[in-house]
């Protein structure tokens, strides 16, 4: 069983992994790169003339291949990760007698995106560079607390009982309800149009890796099922 498991997720992980590496070097890194340049005070938006207008074409992305390396391995380790946590859910699943075909490993997949991504976001949306944000510190509580009180608000509504999945519809809310950690007044240097596209970009390639390692794991978990 542990070894089709780690297979499963590795598996899985390696082929999500580097399509969602592709994915963010074609449509998020270029617009973080463009933010980095706000940052960094090589592009000024509302300069001292009074202008509306700024520069909107993001970089190249060169040849730091340093930094896309880093960037690539992330991704790997990542979705690798992730996949190791769907396979033991479908695990779980099964001694509930639930089987986990490709086609709905994309609603568990989707159902991660939502407790990891979507849930945290809603308070704590990515950041663009040059963005002002409070301390750390509270900021990875909350966004620590939303994941595990959405992902447990998840799995109560899918497999509890009774009053069960009303617990989970309430630990869904509870965190939106308590708040994410802001500044109180608005700070940042680059285009506020910038940071929506790049938000709507990660949420959307963050959308599209969650439901290829859903597929991808569930497909791996049953190709290589030592009982089929």
Not at 62 to 77: C, E, I, P, S
Not at 130 to 151: H, K, M
């Amino acid at each position: 069983m542990t070894k089709h498991l780690l297979t499963s997720a590795l598996f899985a992980g390696v082929v999500t992994g580097l399509i969602a590496a592709l994915l963010q070097f074609h449509f998020v890194i270029p617009l973080l790169l463009e933010g980095e340049l706000y940052e960094a005070g090589a592009r000024i938006h509302f300069p001292i003339n009074g202008s509306p207008q700024s520069p909107a074409e993001a970089p190249d992305l060169g040849a730091d291949w340093g930094r896309h390396m880093m960037t690539l391995t992330f991704n790997l380790v990542t979705y690798t990760g992730y996949g190791l946590m769907l396979v033991a859910l479908y695990a779980f699943a099964k001694t509930r007698a639930i089987s986990v075909t490709p086609r709905q490993g994309i609603i568990w997949g989707l159902a991660g995106f939502f407790a990891v991504q979507l849930a945290p976001a809603l308070g704590l949306p990515p950041e663009l560079p040059g963005t002002l944000t409070p301390e750390v510190l509270p900021r990875q509580i909350w966004w620590s607390l939303t994941i595990l009180s959405t992902a447990t608000g998840l799995g109560l509504i899918a497999f509890g009982r009774g009053f069960l999945p009303l617990l989970g519809i309430g630990l869904l809310v509870v965190p939106h309800i308590i708040g994410a950690p802001h500044l109180n007044t608005y700070w940042g240097v680059a285009p506020p149009e910038l940071s929506a596209h790049f938000v709507t970009l990660s949420l959307g390639a963050a959308l599209a890796g969650w439901v290829l390692l859903g597929f991808f794991t569930a497909y791996f978990w049953n190709r290589l099922d030592p009982e089929q």
